[in-house]
């Protein structure tokens, strides 16, 4: 379990972090807490965009490298999810440091419009 972290500086979301542990705990699989970091601060993406969270969340993680196991599998934890920007630059970082992301655990995920549309 990866929970994506914050974009913020000061009064960070605690939920990725919070319901990575209770999955970790319930399922008895690994946390991992420290490989995924914030690599530059980012706009907060309540007000943008479809193509815009995609170019604000690009480049804005860096990962460390397995320690024990390459290639090790890891799941990725978030509160909500959107257009999938935040998680696809999340797992960018983690797969080019030699984590296989098996996939995103979200607690929730914004309505889509009769469109097909994510309703941001």
Same mark, same amino acid.
């Given at each position: 379990?990866?929970? +994506?972290?914050?974009w913020?500086?000061?009064? #960070?979301? /605690?939920?990725? *972090?919070?319901?990575?542990? =209770? &999955?970790?705990? !319930?399922?008895?699989?690994? &946390?991992?807490v420290?490989?995924? +970091?914030r690599?530059? /601060?980012?706009l907060g =993406?309540?007000?943008l965009?479809?193509?815009?969270? $995609?170019?604000?969340?690009?480049?804005?993680f860096?990962a460390?490298?397995?320690?024990? =196991?390459p290639?090790?599998?890891? $799941?990725?934890?978030d509160?909500i999810l959107?257009?999938? @920007?935040? @998680?696809?630059? @999340?797992? @960018?970082?983690?797969?080019?440091?030699? $984590?296989?992301v098996s996939?995103?655990?979200?607690? *929730?995920?914004?309505p889509v419009? !009769?469109?097909?549309q #994510?309703? +941001?």
């Amino acid at each position: 379990m990866v929970p +994506i972290p914050s974009w913020k500086k000061q009064s #960070t979301n /605690p939920l990725p *972090a919070l319901l990575a542990r =209770q &999955l970790s705990l !319930r399922l008895h699989w690994p &946390l991992e807490v420290r490989c995924l +970091i914030r690599s530059r /601060p980012v706009l907060g =993406q309540h007000r943008l965009g479809r193509e815009l969270r $995609w170019e604000n969340q690009r480049g804005s993680f860096t990962a460390l490298r397995p320690l024990h =196991q390459p290639r090790r599998r890891v $799941w990725l934890v978030d509160d909500i999810l959107t257009t999938g @920007a935040t @998680a696809c630059a @999340a797992a @960018a970082a983690l797969n080019s440091q030699g $984590w296989r992301v098996s996939g995103l655990i979200c607690l *929730a995920r914004t309505p889509v419009n !009769r469109r097909g549309q #994510t309703v +941001i």
